[in-house]
């Protein structure tokens, strides 16, 4: 699950941050089953040590 | 419909505008200039004797057969060299003609055996027609000179029976060219030639007999002659058939129209439909010969079912095997909840079956966890298309390939692949096309006959990112942007953003070349070829799309074709070449987890509510799990239960030994297939699935063409695919009725905007119809985005370049990259039940000599491959077309075990697996694997079918 994220990160991190951060959101939105993004929820939650950071800010605007 | 036999017009058509008109027997006939007399003369309703010409192939004049008298000239010309001309007066019969057609028919019989009643051609040779036709009753010379048929002559050739499909029988050849010309210019091979001069004249394979020749078997010599010396084993040992069924192949995504000729409900031959929009009348090995799986002694008739794995199967009836899957569906619902079932429907499906499964899925369990088999091939297509152009689909029709003047083509190799197109290819090359190869192996395109590639980038495996991009850096920064095209079709701030990346040093061909391994030389001439066209169209397979950036390379091309102007006319365009049959279709039909059929997203209230109407039901409005996901979720224990249609996950699916953990961590697995494949290893019930020839529907291919599948005899099974989806439906207890597919095509066009159009009765008026179809385009659509992009305007992506995590090490320093051949077919299942297997019996590793002798390796060797995720043993074969540090396997045979060492990476987007790219090592071996010992034990143990024996 984390490799998974933060290669959608990497593949959106090119674009300004703002723009990056709006678009991994809407990535794993449009595209992660909830229990998956559960399972990223769960792991931020425990700090998301191996989290790409872009991640990070785009899995607050998913609550 | 009886047995169809289409019109031969003798010469090809003529693309020309400009129209002439000439008098033909009297009959006044407008044709397009550049026309023969004989095709003329076919349109004014005259049939002129022939032999050595079909309208398949140029003329070539060489039979004298169809000599006709033009007034005002002299002599008499032969009407397939001769062009219409305005005015022209044209007989075709005359004392004089008829004379010299029948000295002509009379030298040739003199050289023919006479066994007509028992020849395998009776019925449909040409000669024998042709004697009719001129009136031949007597041979002056008689039967004792000089011949090539009888056994005692010196000239006698014995018949050559080493293709499994037809037979070479020399002794009834009269040496027209039709074979030899037909390898040429329809499939594009040269694998025949006409050895020796005058009377010693001879078709042959090379020196050789056809099994060993450069042969592909494709049929279109057999097609081709006029007599029966190359001819259907089938039809030799059944006769001609009687009546015949229009149908579309169940192979790849080319989607090639046949004629099923038939003998009641017994199938004689498959013979290629000239009015086949995809194929105008060529075939493959598959399509045309490999059909036997059909009435295979392995197939499944009889549903079955069992409580845990390690159980016999019991057989049951139809009834009991509905009842007891829907029941444990239920049960698992009510046990795990309703997020815990899910299914997978698959590409080589009908249109209809599929949009089917999901929507028992989405509305009879309640939830969105529908996946189709173009999640592991083309899914990165349907992503990155939609989000440049926005459709997820291919730009051009197949035929746009004949405007095309440079050829692009990326990770596919059309030759075994997508064999019918890529004899247009091989035609449109040989004609002065430029081509383009990126790939890390030499494909067959890169040097056969008459084509030469003028650029190969044999890039390293999972470097196609950096190479897209560095392509595009010298069209930006070199000036070849094709500026008013931007600035009229697309986005202007995500052009700009794009073009500022794109021209940052770090994306040179220059600083790429540490990555791709490609000189940057090389790589600026291919960008400047590809940017001056002026028609130039890109080409790519699975060898773009299964990679961990994917998706992005789809997007980076779709850049690529926009920068230049190359979409949105005939010979141009990005063009995914689909894997299997209806691996488009299978995308349309909602079959992903997260859109709809129409490629809408489940979130979007509009869509949702459209169908929750339609369907009675209410929908869920979040995405479902993709298929890897849904492993993932079996081995974490919330996922229990699935429906697989038509598909063999355990086999075809990257890291086999998480599959199999993750079917056995399921309470109920349900397959329906026409064979116990590897999935059903797994499973506890077991539906009897049916085969194309069995049932009515549509199949759409790489063209987005939708083409009828019609029924040629009654299910072996007793019930067609959509009646028991249908039935597992109603025993869920979500309500399906339909009388015939037909109305499950009423249903799509009626929720589907871009299929609004599309019905049984205008396939049967047009044959075919490419979507869109719809009020605004009622025939439907060869080419896309005319007149601008179907998201508005042109969306430029960054695609910066991400080096996959799959990386060599000192303990795997060889990257793995799997492919398939022409003779098989992705898991085997239907070609390893056919003669198929003499050319491809078992999956080989290729390598390097380099890498070969560095380990001691000699060609034929086992070895074992070893990667992260698991370990197998192939025999290794030698080949120079692998560059070092690249080898190369397919993956057709179940117990070669491919899937074992491909890993769980996958595109970032989709999840399409990174099947290209796997670190290994390769090493001499002494006895196949451990996986591959106990593989083989496991496959007794779970296939067995009947009651326990006691004590078992």
């Not at chain 2, 042969?215 to 279109?220: H, L, M, N, P, T």
């Not at chain 2, 009423?746 to 869109?772: C, N």
Request: proline share 4%; net charge negative.
């Amino acid at each position: 699950m984390v490799h998974m994220a933060n290669q959608i990160a990497l593949n959106f991190s090119a674009y300004p941050r703002e723009e990056a951060i709006g678009h991994v959101a809407k990535h794993l939105k449009d595209f992660w089953e909830p229990r998956m993004r559960k399972q990223l929820h769960a792991y931020v939650a425990q700090g998301g040590a191996e989290l790409h950071e872009l991640v990070k800010e785009a899995e607050k605007r998913l609550k | 419909m009886a047995l169809l036999h289409e019109i031969d017009y003798g010469t090809p058509a003529s693309r020309s505008q400009q129209l002439v008109t000439l008098d033909i027997d009297g009959k006044s006939v407008t044709v397009p200039a550049g026309t023969s007399l004989m095709r003329a003369a076919v349109e004014a309703g005259v049939s002129v004797p022939k032999l050595c010409a079909t309208d398949s192939m140029d003329a070539f004049g060489s039979c004298r057969l169809c000599l006709v008298e033009v007034e005002g000239r002299r002599g008499t010309p032969a009407s397939c060299t001769t062009l219409a001309e305005p005015g022209m007066k044209v007989k075709t019969q005359s004392p004089k003609l008829a004379k010299l057609r029948k000295g002509v028919m009379e030298l040739y019989i003199s050289d023919h055996p006479l066994d007509c009643l028992t020849c395998g051609a009776n019925g449909n040779c040409e000669l024998q027609d042709m004697a009719g036709v001129v009136g031949l009753r007597d041979v002056r010379y008689g039967y004792d000179g000089d011949n090539h048929f009888n056994k005692q002559s010196a000239r006698f050739v014995d018949k050559d029976n080493s293709n499994p499909y037809f037979s070479f029988e020399p002794a009834k050849c009269i040496a027209c060219s039709r074979c030899v010309r037909a390898c040429e210019e329809v499939q594009g091979t040269f694998a025949l030639t006409i050895q020796g001069r005058g009377f010693d004249s001879m078709v042959s394979a090379g020196g050789m007999d056809f099994l060993d020749s450069e042969c592909v078997s494709c049929g279109a010599c057999v097609q081709a002659c006029p007599t029966a010396t190359l001819i259907e084993k089938s039809v030799l040992e059944k006769g001609q058939g009687e009546h015949s069924v229009i149908t579309t192949c169940a192979y790849c995504g080319v989607g090639c129209s046949f004629k099923a000729e038939m003998q009641g409900s017994e199938v004689v031959r498959m013979v290629p439909y000239k009015d086949g929009g995809a194929n105008h009348g060529h075939s493959c090995v598959k399509g045309r010969f490999a059909w036997g799986y059909t009435t295979h002694k392995d197939r499944i008739l009889n549903p079955m079912i069992r409580a845990k794995i390690t159980d016999p199967w019991k057989e049951v009836s139809w009834d009991e095997a509905i009842q007891h899957a829907a029941s444990e569906f239920k049960r698992i619902q009510a046990k795990y909840g309703k997020d815990s079932v899910g299914g997978i429907t698959s590409s080589r499906c009908t249109n209809e079956e599929t949009y089917l499964v999901q929507k028992l899925i989405r509305a009879g369990f309640g939830n969105n966890n529908t996946d189709t088999c173009a999640r592991v091939c083309h899914s990165p297509t349907g992503y990155g298309l939609k989000t440049t152009l926005g459709t997820s689909a291919g730009t051009q029709t197949f035929d746009s390939v004949y405007d095309t003047d440079v050829m692009l083509v990326i990770g596919a190799n059309p030759t075994d692949a997508h064999p019918v197109f890529a004899s247009s290819m091989k035609s449109r090359l040989i004609a002065g096309a430029k081509l383009i190869v990126i790939d890390p192996r030499e494909i067959d395109l890169v040097k056969t006959a008459h084509i030469k590639a003028d650029f190969h980038l044999q890039l390293r495996p999972g470097t196609n990112v950096a190479m897209i991009n560095s392509l595009a850096h010298v069209i930006v920064t070199e000036g070849l942007l094709a500026d008013e095209y931007i600035a009229e079709r697309c986005d202007d701030a995500a052009f700009n953003k794009w073009r500022d990346f794109i021209a940052l040093p770090k994306n040179s061909p220059e600083a790429m070349e540490s990555a791709t391994g490609v000189p940057a030389e090389l790589v600026r001439g291919a960008a400047r070829l590809y940017a001056k066209g002026p028609n130039s169209a890109i080409y790519y397979g699975l060898g773009v799309t299964e990679h961990s950036q994917g998706s992005t390379m789809v997007m980076g091309m779709a850049n690529l074709a926009m920068a230049c102007g190359q979409i949105g006319r005939m010979g141009v365009g990005v063009n995914p070449l689909r894997g299997q049959n209806n691996v488009q279709g299978a995308c349309d039909m909602g079959s992903f987890p997260h859109e709809y059929p129409g490629y809408r997203h489940v979130s979007d209230d509009a869509t949702r509510e459209l169908f929750e109407h339609a369907w009675g039901v209410k929908l869920e409005k979040e995405p479902g799990l993709r298929i890897p996901n849904m492993f993932d979720a079996a081995v974490e224990g919330t996922f229990k239960g699935i429906y697989v249609q038509g598909e063999d996950i355990s086999q075809s699916d990257p890291n086999t030994q998480h599959v199999q953990k993750a079917l056995g961590s399921m309470e109920c697995v349900v397959v329906q297939d026409l064979f116990l494949n590897e999935t059903a290893m797994w499973a506890h019930v077991f539906l009897p699935g049916c085969s194309f020839l069995e049932k009515d529907g549509t199949f759409t291919n790489a063209e987005r063409r939708i083409s009828p599948v019609r029924k040629a005899m009654a299910p072996k099974n007793g019930m067609a695919d959509w009646e028991i989806t249908m039935a597992l439906s109603n025993a869920l207890g979500y309500p399906m009725h339909y009388n015939h597919p037909s109305e499950i095509m009423d249903e799509i066009a009626r929720l589907t905007p871009t299929f609004k159009g599309v019905s049984y009765k205008k396939l049967d008026e047009m044959g075919s119809v490419q979507w869109p179809c719809n009020d605004a385009a009622p025939e439907g659509t060869p080419i896309m985005h005319i007149n601008g992009f179907v998201r508005g305007k042109g969306n430029f992506v960054i695609t910066e370049f991400v080096p996959t995590d799959e990386r060599v090490t000192g303990k795997f320093p060889l990257i793995l990259t799997t492919g398939r051949i022409l003779s098989q077919y992705n898991v085997g299942a239907q070609t390893r039940r056919t003669e198929n297997n003499v050319w491809h019996a078992e999956d080989k590793l290729d390598l390097h000599p380099h890498d070969a002798e560095h380990r001691g390796i000699r060609d034929g060797d086992l070895v074992s491959i070893q990667s992260r995720a698991g370990e197998i043993t192939l025999n290794a074969r030698i080949s120079e077309r692998m560059q070092p540090g690249v080898v190369y396997t397919t993956f057709h045979h179940a117990m070669s075990g491919a899937n074992v060492v491909t890993t769980e990476f996958s595109d970032w987007a989709t999840n399409c697996p990174e099947y290209k790219v796997t670190a290994v090592e390769v090493r001499l071996a002494k006895k196949e694997s451990d996986w591959q010992q106990h593989y083989r034990e496991q496959r007794v143990l779970t296939t067995r079918i009947g009651s326990p024996v006691a004590g078992d």
